[in-house]
């Protein structure tokens, strides 16, 4: 099985991040996340329970908030529908 990874790193303002998590919510409703760039894409299909941890640390003048969500693909060959999350 290969693993697919996706990864994007950027600067943001408060508002881009909020409208990029804005739509992470409508994937999790909808049941399918896209991330792409152009050179990169994964279609990811959350459902049933997930794995959900939350992370902050203040050091000094520095902060940091992770948050991760995990989940096993079901066995039932279902596919995502593509009206996802799609990240430019």
């Not at 152009?38 to 003048?61: H, Q, R, S, W, Y």
Request: proline letters at 1%; charged letters at 30%.
């Amino acid at each position: 099985m290969a693993e697919e990874k996706f990864i994007f790193d950027s600067l943001q303002d408060c508002r881009t991040i909020k409208d990029f998590l804005a739509s992470l919510t409508d994937g999790f409703d909808k049941g399918s996340i896209t991330l792409s760039t152009d050179e990169d894409a994964i279609e990811l299909c959350p459902m049933g329970l997930l794995n959900f941890t939350v992370k902050a640390k203040k050091k000094g003048n520095a902060n940091k908030l992770s948050i991760k969500v995990e989940w096993k693909d079901s066995g039932s060959g279902r596919k995502c529908e593509s009206t996802g999350l799609t990240v430019e």
